[in-house]
């Protein structure tokens, strides 16, 4: 089949896909930046930017209420991963409280590596990675690291799942506010933020692209680096 001809049609699929995406699991349209578009001004930017041979439509997958939500990217080279519109920014205001009562805010933060895991009572691999996430918080409190674990539900459904599966991160109950201001899709996410109150590293799911865990590699290496940063 002639290279142009083979565009077009993977152009069609792809498009078609798109549509039936966007009805069926609500797919997102986003640009490197993370600007979000709506499904006709994507398929309208995305026939300029096939046109052009360096640049494409990069197709990905983000996990939102324990489904596979599609997204689509304008980007000039495919990304590696898709930076999101908080990193290298100041994490936004908070106030929660731990399941002990205690408050913790910006100014609980202020100076501090921090790494907060963003999970949910009803999410399996969140809890399947507990006894890892456990084991940074062993290694790296030491070093002044605070480990902190914002999820939706109350202190009550929180602590009946804490007594069959120990997690030591400072848990924060009825966080909805924090997902709603991240805009993060689904559990787990995890977010490390350097002494500068800046979101340094923020990645969803428990493994990266080669299929290792998170909670091994990429977190504790972001982990380092932060701590490195004056």
Request: net charge positive.
């Amino acid at each position: 089949m002639h290279r142009n001809s083979l565009i077009v049609l993977l152009s069609k699929l792809l498009l078609n896909h798109a549509v039936q995406a966007q009805t069926t699991y609500g797919a997102r349209y986003v640009d490197e930046t993370g600007k979000q578009y709506t499904q006709v001004q994507f398929d309208s930017l995305a026939r300029v930017v096939r046109g052009e041979p360096d640049k494409d439509v990069y197709v990905g997958k983000a996990i939102k209420s324990g489904e596979p939500v599609p997204f689509f990217v304008l980007t000039v080279k495919k990304p590696e991963i898709i930076n999101h519109a908080w990193l290298r920014r100041p994490f936004p205001t908070f106030t929660l409280r731990d399941t002990s009562g205690i408050v913790y805010d910006n100014n609980t933060i202020n100076g501090k590596v921090v790494v907060l895991n963003l999970w949910s009572t009803t999410c399996h691999p969140c809890i399947d990675e507990m006894p890892l996430l456990n084991a940074l918080v062993d290694r790296y409190t030491k070093m002044g690291v605070l480990f902190l674990a914002p999820a939706p539900e109350t202190t009550t459904a929180i602590n009946a799942i804490l007594t069959k599966h120990p997690f030591t991160y400072t848990v924060l109950p009825q966080a909805q506010t924090i997902f709603k201001v991240l805009d993060v899709a689904g559990y787990p996410y995890h977010i490390v933020i350097d002494r500068n109150g800046l979101v340094q590293y923020l990645e969803s799911g428990t493994t990266n692209k080669t299929g290792k865990k998170l909670a091994e590699t990429d977190l504790p290496l972001a982990i380092e680096q932060a701590l490195k940063q004056k």
